[in-house]
C-alpha cells in the first residue's frame, strides 16, 4: 500500500525555518517524481518543488527560489523540504505527492501526482 506521511510543520516566526519530511512506504522512490504543495484558505493548491528521484532533476516556483531546499534520504526512504526566510505569504497546508515518472523533469502540477499525503500545517506568524 503506497503510503506518504509529511511531518514537520508548526508555528515560526517571520523569518523562521522549517523543515518538512515526507517518509514514502510501500514503495521505493527510484523512478518516482517526488512533489511538494501548498494549499492556503481559500486559494489553489500551488506547486512550491519536485524532485527527479530517477535524474536528480528539481524545481522550484518563483516565490520560494533561494529559500527553500530540497533533500532526499535514500536510506530513510524520505524527501525533505528545508524552508528558511519564512515568511507569512509561506503559510499553508504543505503536501507532498508522488507520481511514478519516466520523463526528464519532473511536473509541478498538481493533477500530474496520483498519490499524496495526508498535509502538514505551516504557519507563519508573530
Known amino acids: 500500500q503506497v503510503q506518504l506521511v509529511e511531518s514537520g510543520g508548526g508555528l515560526v516566526q517571520p523569518g523562521g525555518s522549517l523543515r518538512l519530511s515526507c517518509a514514502a512506504s510501500?514503495?521505493?522512490?527510484?523512478?518516482?517524481?517526488i512533489g511538494w504543495f501548498r494549499q492556503a484558505p481559500g486559494k489553489e493548491r500551488e506547486g512550491v518543488t519536485c524532485?527527479?528521484?530517477?535524474?536528480?532533476?528539481?524545481r522550484f516556483t518563483d516565490s520560494v527560489m533561494g529559500r527553500f531546499t530540497g533533500s532526499r534520504d535514500n536510506a530513510k526512504n524520505t524527501v525533505e523540504l528545508q524552508m528558511s526566510r519564512l515568511q507569512p505569504e509561506d503559510t499553508a497546508i504543505y503536501y507532498c505527492?508522488?507520481?511514478?515518472?519516466?520523463?526528464?523533469?519532473?511536473?509541478?502540477?498538481?493533477?500530474?501526482?496520483?498519490?499524496w499525503g495526508q498535509g502538514t500545517q505551516v504557519t507563519v506568524s508573530s
Open positions: 505527492a508522488a507520481i511514478k515518472y519516466a520523463e526528464f523533469g519532473c511536473p509541478l502540477v498538481a493533477n500530474e501526482y496520483d498519490y
Open positions: 510501500g514503495f521505493a522512490l527510484d523512478g518516482y517524481s
Open positions: 524532485i527527479n528521484t530517477r535524474t536528480g532533476t528539481r
